[in-house]
């Protein structure tokens, strides 16, 4: 592609993605496709020779878009969001363009540099002490299951990485249900093994781990020869919002020298509200935990904010030096890459730097203040509309539902989410509380306002009315 082409196409992409998001109020938010219906487009062999531009962007519009859900939609009330603001997609397309590899220092020091200085702009703003140090990981997944590699090292005097797990005592990492499946997956990829994650009941109703429960468990397994290494709490579980005590169970594990890593992933960005910090106070003591800007913020995918009390763990868990990575004559400098499993990273604290900087922390806090009090409004409706119970409270921006007019609930909750996902206006998904199905609702898009959450309301009730046809 020469210059020319280039810009042409650039500016035609810049121009098309900004037509897109004046639109998507019109289009349906989740893709009404069928299995197999895009596949069934495209052709099942490479093409020999380069086809146009036009030709192309031609089969993205015709054969791609009808197949993809509008996560940018304000109407999406599904899962968390995954926003991307306007100004960090700006970010990215200056991101894309320069296609920088910045695993290290020396391989482009801006990128390193903003990402040291963005992500302590966040750490302030969330109300961390100055005492943590943050890096950009992909995904939160990631960033759990780096802390995972290091309770695991730190409970194996560092050992792990050399020797493997066979010969050592069987370790012990502790959690509550609530918490996300990337925490098993971590347990699983660690190599501790899914039967040594143990769960820890809850109580209350913010769904926290009974801490008493926590301190027996890590007592009896101690006892029984295992080898506790740390803990798992979560601010803001995925199912409905569940909330550790997390004073209690820092106190709790380090007094039996367990880690503790706490996973935000979702509720940590309403953290810039000094209101809603109550949620998860005493995360100051944990060692470490992960929040994801890409979720409710509005920094594009990927983004995830991951702070440690003592990044030199981290990096020892995860560092390797061979010579091609040496920065020599370079001392003092931070090469990201050693904080991740990755070595490859892109460039992913510009979009962080432009979002703080476009909207500042008092336009991110509005915007969160007026997601939990129109996801209130939603479900104070609801709770005084005949035939609908409040399952679980709003949990800042997201709360549980039912619709009571059947009399097999489980079914009947599963087709209306369906029939509402078909409808097409509004997004939502389904939990199961206590074991029974509950839909979610969470407010969080960056681009809703209050007419439509209200719109919402109206789908909702609407849809229930009208006879449901079954799966
Ligand atoms: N933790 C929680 C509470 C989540 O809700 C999610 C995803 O929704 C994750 C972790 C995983 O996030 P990621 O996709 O960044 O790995």
Redesign the pocket.
């Known amino acids: 592609m020469d210059e020319a082409a280039f810009t042409k196409w650039s500016l035609r992409a810049a121009q098309w993605g900004a037509a897109y998001r004046a639109s998507l109020r019109d289009r349906p938010v989740r893709a009404q496709t069928d299995p197999g219906d895009i596949r069934a487009q495209l052709p099942p062999t490479p093409p020999q020779t380069g086809e146009s531009m036009e030709a192309i962007f031609a089969d993205f519009e015709k054969i791609i878009l009808p197949g993809m859900t509008h996560w940018q939609h304000p109407r999406f009330f599904a ?2 969001p995954a926003n991307a603001a306007p100004v960090s997609v700006i970010a990215e397309y200056l991101v894309t363009a320069m296609a920088a590899q910045c695993m290290l220092w020396q391989t482009s020091p801006a990128a390193t540099e903003l990402e040291t200085s963005v992500l302590d702009w966040l750490r302030q703003a969330i109300g961390l002490p100055d005492g943590f140090s943050g890096v950009i990981q992909d ?3 990631s960033a759990t299951l780096s802390a995972v590699l290091v309770m695991r090292e730190r409970a194996l005097n560092w050992n792990g990485n050399k020797k493997g797990l066979a010969a050592g005592p069987k370790l012990r990492v502790y959690a509550s249900d609530q918490v ?1 499946t ?1 925490i098993d997956r971590a347990i699983w990829v660690s190599g501790i093994g899914e039967e040594n994650l143990a769960r820890i009941p809850v109580t209350g109703e913010l769904r926290g781990m009974d801490c008493k429960a926590l301190e027996a468990a890590i007592i009896a397994d101690r006892a029984a020869g295992y080898l506790p290494a740390g803990v798992i709490a ?1 601010t ?3 199912s409905v919002g569940a909330c550790d005590n997390i004073t209690d169970v820092v106190r709790i594990a380090h007094a039996h020298g367990l880690y503790v890593h706490v ?1 935000a ?2 509720a940590g960005a309403a953290m810039i509200c000094e209101e809603f910090r109550y949620l998860w106070a005493g995360v100051e003591e944990a060692d470490s935990l992960v929040l ?1 800007p ?1 979720k409710w913020l509005g920094a594009q995918f990927d983004c ?1 904010a991951h702070f440690i009390r003592n990044p030199q763990e981290l990096v020892r868990t995860l560092a390797i030096h061979p010579e091609f990575l040496k920065t020599h004559g370079r001392d003092g400098i931070i090469n990201y890459s050693e904080w991740t499993i990755p070595l490859g990273r892109r460039f992913r604290a510009l979009k962080l730097w432009f979002l703080l900087r476009f909207h500042g922390l008092d336009g991110l806090k509005t915007m969160i203040r007026n997601h939990v009090a129109w996801s209130g409004k939603v479900a104070e409706r609801l709770a005084n509309t005949p035939d609908f119970e409040i399952v679980t409270k709003p949990m800042l921006s997201l709360f549980s539902f039912r619709h009571l007019a059947a009399a097999d609930l489980n079914a009947h909750n599963l087709d209306l989410v369906k029939a509402i996902n078909d409808d097409g206006r509004i997004y939502l998904t389904q939990t199961r509380v206590d074991g029974q199905v509950a839909i979610r609702f969470q407010a969080g898009q960056f681009g809703m306002t209050e007419d439509d959450a209200d719109y919402a309301f109206k789908v909702i009730t609407e849809l229930a009315q009208e006879p449901i046809r079954p799966w």
């Open positions: 899962y968390f995904s939160a997944s996300h990337s979560c803001g579980g995925t996973d992933a979702w994801n890409h995830s």
